[in-house]
């Protein structure tokens, strides 16, 4: 929520903007001492060139990494927040909007569902893709559990005509957060691994049994591809 005073709206838009450009400048110089190695790129250029609706499907703990190896792609990311005044006017909030106008700097497109009503949110991402857009999502977000995909994933991609792209991380270095995601960031001057895997398409039947099944395999997916990564940091003894 926008202060209601026409000054310090401003303020606020011209505080957020100004703090959300050195953001972006200060992530592009420490993306630049990172070493990456990425495996699969193919895949991604293939689909673009096709014009193939599609989904990154990337670990929520690792969905970091997507700002560093992903900004070029135009992925879509959808947002959304409680819609409580208490919230609105926390810190949080004013975070958040650096948060959102940082990622919209470096090249990402992002759909903030709590600008409409809250049940047409996922509508409108699904559209979005839909209509060309490609999408980014955690399959264990936004609370988890951790490594665990959700069945909605699968959904979202049969209900937008896409197939699903499983991205696999890892850090040679890295500093891990307490959050229930175990959110990872790459030390400077540290590799970085990515493997993408290959397009995933979801089957027509999306019943419930169905969808787990599915979620289960795409689960299974990206566990393998983030080993993989960590074998080409490490070797295949890690």
């Not at 193919?42 to 670990?59: C, E, F, G, P, Y």
């Not at 992925?75 to 409580?84: A, G, Q």
């Not at 540290?190 to 979620?215: C, N, W």
């Not at 689960?219 to 890690?238: H, M, P, R, V, W």
Request: with cysteine; aromatic share 8%; net charge positive.
């Amino acid at each position: 929520m926008l202060p209601k005073n026409p000054i310090k709206r401003t303020l606020y838009r011209a505080v957020t903007s100004f703090l959300s450009t050195i953001s972006a400048v200060l992530i592009s110089i420490y993306q630049s001492t990172l070493d990456f190695k990425i495996e699969g790129e193919d895949h991604l250029r293939i689909l673009s060139t096709m014009k193939k609706n599609h989904i990154v499907a990337i670990w929520h703990t690792f969905v970091d990494a997507a700002v560093f190896c992903l900004h070029h792609r135009n992925l879509c990311i959808y947002s959304d927040h409680p819609r409580t005044e208490a919230y609105e006017r926390s810190k949080t909030h004013f975070l958040r909007e650096i948060g959102l106008k940082t990622l919209r700097a470096l090249g990402f497109d992002i759909l903030d569902a709590s600008l409409g009503k809250q049940s047409a949110g996922i509508m409108n991402f699904i559209k979005k893709i839909q209509s060309g857009t490609p999408a980014l999502v955690a399959p264990d977000g936004p609370h988890g559990p951790i490594y665990e995909a959700k069945p909605g994933v699968v959904y979202m991609a049969a209900k937008a005509n896409s197939c699903i792209v499983p991205i696999g991380v890892g850090f040679s270095r890295r500093i891990v957060g307490n959050n229930w995601d175990d959110v990872c960031f790459p030390l400077p001057f540290s590799r970085v691994a990515l493997v993408i895997g290959d397009p995933i398409y979801p089957d027509l039947d999306l019943s419930e049994e169905s969808l787990a099944k599915q979620a289960l395999q795409l689960e299974k997916t990206i566990d393998s591809l983030c080993f993989k990564a960590n074998e080409i940091l490490y070797g295949s003894q890690a």
